[in-house]
């Protein structure tokens, strides 16, 4: 849970860009989501452009997180985060048609 979750002190995790190592700027943080699952934050470098995704979650333990470099905007992380989940049939159905070389032809069909 994260009932305790000081979001406003714990975005100062966000320190350096992986990319240019510059400082970030507090105010280019913005939190997407919180939830009692976490805290959902994109991030942009002023010095580079770079955008970085992080989910924090704070657990007994202490607070833990992920990061990933993204070229999406805030928005389109939002229309992501809003789809279902991906089953595990999904993703048998994608491993198929990638051994089949099926999944290029596939995508094609969708445009």
Same mark, same amino acid.
Do not use: H, R, W
């Given at each position: +849970?994260?009932? /305790?979750?000081? *979001?406003?002190? /714990? !975005?100062? !995790?966000?320190?350096?860009?992986?990319?240019?190592? +510059?400082?970030?700027?507090? *105010? +280019?943080?913005?939190?997407?989501?919180?939830?009692?699952?976490?805290?959902?934050?994109?991030?942009?470098?002023? *010095?580079?452009?770079?955008? @970085?995704?992080?989910?924090?979650?704070? @657990?007994?333990?202490?607070?833990?997180? /992920?990061?990933? !470099?993204?070229?999406?905007?805030?928005?389109?992380? +939002?229309?992501?985060?809003?789809?279902? %989940?991906?089953?595990?049939? %999904?993703?048998? %159905?994608?491993?198929? @048609?990638?051994?089949?070389?099926?999944?290029?032809? /596939?995508?094609?069909?969708?445009?």
């Amino acid at each position: +849970m994260i009932n /305790n979750f000081q *979001s406003p002190l /714990n !975005l100062k !995790l966000i320190k350096k860009c992986p990319v240019c190592n +510059m400082d970030y700027q507090q *105010s +280019m943080i913005q939190v997407l989501d919180e939830n009692e699952y976490g805290l959902l934050t994109y991030a942009t470098c002023k *010095s580079c452009g770079a955008n @970085l995704l992080t989910k924090f979650a704070s @657990l007994p333990q202490g607070v833990i997180g /992920n990061a990933i !470099l993204t070229d999406l905007k805030p928005q389109e992380v +939002m229309d992501f985060a809003g789809q279902d %989940d991906l089953s595990d049939n %999904d993703v048998l %159905d994608i491993q198929y @048609l990638i051994s089949k070389k099926e999944l290029i032809n /596939n995508l094609k069909k969708l445009t």
